[in-house]
């Protein structure tokens, strides 16, 4: 499973070092061709999959190949816009509990 989410997940790049620019470029690329793959294999597959012939069985190994290299990094992307989504909630919820002036 990708380490997508931990990649998502963060607003500090300018305060990253090297290592872990590598790291977060690595999954985030990744992740981008994982997705793109997959959006265009499941596009290929529905398309041609209808009563065509000329849709070979390799064509179809190839794109299920690409929908599941996509199915892979889903998971960590939802965690992470979840997780994101909680922080912003607490972090309102703790701002609504500062005394105002």
């Not at 596009?43 to 065509?52: S, V």
């Not at 290299?69 to 912003?88: C, R, V």
């Not at 909630?89 to 509990?97: G, L, P, Q, S, V």
Request: charged letters at 30%.
């Amino acid at each position: 499973m990708s380490h997508i989410e931990n990649v998502l997940s963060r607003t500090d790049l300018d305060k990253k070092n090297i290592e872990s620019l590598k790291y977060i470029r690595q999954h985030s690329e990744a992740a981008y061709d994982g997705l793109i793959s997959g959006l265009g294999a499941m596009g290929n597959a529905i398309f041609w999959a209808c009563d065509n012939e000329n849709y070979t069985e390799s064509e179809a190994k190839e794109d299920l190949r690409g929908i599941g290299e996509m199915m892979m990094y889903i998971p960590g992307i939802i965690a992470a816009l979840k997780f994101n989504a909680d922080e912003a909630d607490f972090n309102i919820k703790e701002r609504d509990k500062t005394p105002k002036r």
